[in-house]
C-alpha cells in the first residue's frame, strides 16, 4: 500500500525559512521509475507545482520559486524533504508531496499525501 | 514555461447532466496531459493520464481527449460525488497546473 504524509511547521514567521518532510511508504525512492514532487495551494486558489525529485540526481525547480527552493531525499529514512527560504504571507497554504509515477513515459501524480497548511504571520 | 489555461473557471450543472471542461495548452505539449479531480479539504485525485487513460477504479461517465494543445474532460449523467473542483497538468516540460474549474450543483 503506496502512503505519503507531509510533516512541518503549522506556523512560520515571515523572513524564516520552512522545512517539509514527505515520509514514503510502499515504494523505494531508489526506483528509477519514480519520484516525488511538491505542490502547494493557497486557500482557495490553484495547485502550483514547486519541485520535484527522481532518484539522487534527478532534481527540477519551479522557475518562479527555483531561488528559494531546495529538494533533496533519505532514502533510507523514505523521506524527501523540501525546504523553501524566506518565507511571506503570499506562502500560505497546504503543501502536498506526491508520488511521480511513469517518469520515462508519462509523468503523473499518482498517490497523495493529505497536505499539511502552513501559515505565515508574525 | 508552458502555460495551461482552463475553462470555464466554474460551471454549474445537475445530476445526470453531461458536461465538458476544456484545457488549453500555450504550446504543443503531445498528451502529456493529467486530469485531476480535488473535493474540499482533500487531496487530489488522479482521473486520467495521458489525456486519455482512465485510471484504475474512476467510473467510465468519465473520459478525456485532446493531444497537442487543445484537450478536454468529459463528464456523462453527473453523480452528486462528481461537484468538485477539476484541474489539468502537463507534464511535457516541468511540471503547470491549469487554475481549475468549479464544478457546482444547480
Known amino acids: 500500500q503506496v502512503t505519503l504524509k507531509e510533516s512541518g511547521p503549522v506556523l512560520v514567521k515571515p523572513t524564516e525559512t520552512l522545512t517539509l518532510t514527505c515520509t514514503v511508504s510502499?515504494?523505494?525512492?531508489?526506483?528509477?521509475?519514480?519520484?516525488v514532487t511538491w505542490i502547494r495551494q493557497p486557500p482557495g486558489k490553484a495547485l502550483e507545482w514547486l519541485a520535484h525529485?527522481?532518484?539522487?540526481?534527478?532534481?527540477s525547480y519551479s522557475t518562479s520559486l527555483r531561488s528559494r527552493l531546495t529538494i533533496s531525499q533519505d532514502t533510507s529514512k523514505s523521506q524527501v524533504v523540501l525546504t523553501m527560504t524566506n518565507m511571506d504571507p503570499l506562502d500560505t497554504g497546504t503543501y502536498y508531496c506526491a508520488r511521480i509515477f511513469g517518469v520515462v513515459t508519462t509523468p503523473r501524480f499518482d498517490y497523495w499525501g493529505p497536505g499539511t497548511l502552513v501559515a505565515v504571520s508574525s | 514555461d508552458i502555460q495551461m489555461t482552463q475553462s470555464p473557471s466554474s460551471l454549474s450543472a445537475s445530476v445526470g447532466d453531461r458536461v465538458t471542461i476544456t484545457c488549453r495548452a500555450s504550446?504543443?505539449?503531445?498528451?502529456?496531459l493529467n486530469w485531476y479531480q480535488q473535493t474540499p479539504g482533500r487531496a487530489p485525485k488522479l482521473l486520467i493520464s495521458a489525456a486519455s487513460r482512465l485510471q484504475s477504479g474512476v467510473p467510465s461517465r468519465f473520459s478525456g481527449s485532446g493531444s497537442g494543445t487543445d484537450f478536454t474532460l468529459t463528464i456523462n449523467s453527473l453523480q452528486p460525488e462528481d461537484f468538485a473542483s477539476y484541474f489539468c497538468q502537463q507534464s511535457y516540460t516541468a511540471v503547470t497546473f491549469g487554475q481549475g474549474t468549479r464544478l457546482e450543483i444547480k
Open positions: 525529485m527522481y532518484s539522487i540526481d534527478e532534481k
Open positions: 504550446q504543443s505539449i503531445s498528451t502529456y
Open positions: 510502499g515504494f523505494s525512492l531508489s526506483n528509477d521509475r519514480m519520484g
